[in-house]
């Protein structure tokens, strides 16, 4: 038994495969692989990545390769693929310029999106053009990282799983998860209108009108599939501030080139 869907919400859905199905049909060997090495498909979680490594090659021209995970066919609980995420989940991260902490034969590997984001921020990112120097600012833009992590992406994956896919409908697991969706948009809302600081943002964290940063990231490809989730327009319209954060990031040459059809 299989449920087939929209691929942008592959991460969100209940798969039923074949264990016998469960390999990696393709892998590049290390050789052919760039010193940054992405496994990933263009979801949410995947577009994070794919976005960040995009916005670096922009700023620093570095070089990097991926290849698609297929996760309708779960090649993502390979054996090969555990061997790089035991959690079973992309996207991953091959850094093959370090070797792995108990295991010099292995690259190092990252797994779960925004540790991905801290690393690049961390090895790519020298000059913080995507994050911040000062400790408030920088605090700031984790906190909004870490509540997309925690709130939007958890939040918005359960109102898209129960509105499309669950094999029954329970609408009190409907209401529940996008009553709690449409109120997280809203604190999402209150933060870019400058509400209580009276000072409007263009963008989530940094003083002023804040910056493009990993917080954005980790947020914007979630409340971009608004749609797909259940949210209408009109509900969407209650949060101008977000409306106009999404088409300001959406307009982003490195998004476009992380959204685009080489990662499908």
Not at 229 to 254: A, H, Y
Request: overall charge neutral; charged content about 25%; hydrophobic content about 35%.
């Amino acid at each position: 038994m299989k449920y087939w869907f929209d691929r942008r919400l592959l991460p969100l859905c209940l798969i039923t495969v074949n264990k016998s199905h469960t390999k990696l049909t393709t892998m590049l060997s290390q050789s052919e692989q760039k010193d940054l090495h992405l496994l990933t498909m263009s979801t949410p979680n995947g577009k994070k990545v794919q976005i960040a490594l995009e916005e670096l090659k922009l700023i620093y021209d570095i070089s990097f390769s991926h290849e698609i995970i297929d996760i309708r066919t779960n090649e993502q609980k390979s054996e090969e693929f555990l061997k790089l995420n035991p959690n079973g989940r992309i996207p991953a991260l091959i850094d093959n310029k370090c070797k792995a902490l108990n295991d010099s034969s292995a690259p190092f590997t990252v797994m779960e999106s925004a540790a991905i984001l801290l690393y690049l921020a961390k090895k790519v990112d020298k000059n913080h053009v995507f994050g911040f120097e000062d400790d408030l600012e920088r605090s700031e833009a984790l906190q909004w990282l870490f509540f997309g992590m925690a709130g939007v992406g958890p939040m918005q994956g359960q109102l898209n799983h129960f509105t499309r896919y669950a094999p029954e409908k329970l609408p009190y697991a409907v209401k529940r998860y996008h009553d709690e969706t449409l109120r997280l948009y809203g604190v999402l809302e209150i933060q870019l209108s400058g509400k209580y600081t009276g000072i409007k943002k263009k963008y989530l964290a940094g003083k002023g009108e804040g910056k493009y940063s990993w917080a954005d990231m980790a947020i914007w490809p979630w409340v971009d599939i608004y749609t797909i989730s259940g949210i209408t327009e009109d509900e969407l319209n209650q949060f101008p501030c977000v409306k106009e954060w999404l088409k300001t990031i959406k307009e982003r040459p490195g998004v476009k080139e992380g959204c685009s059809s080489k990662y499908e």
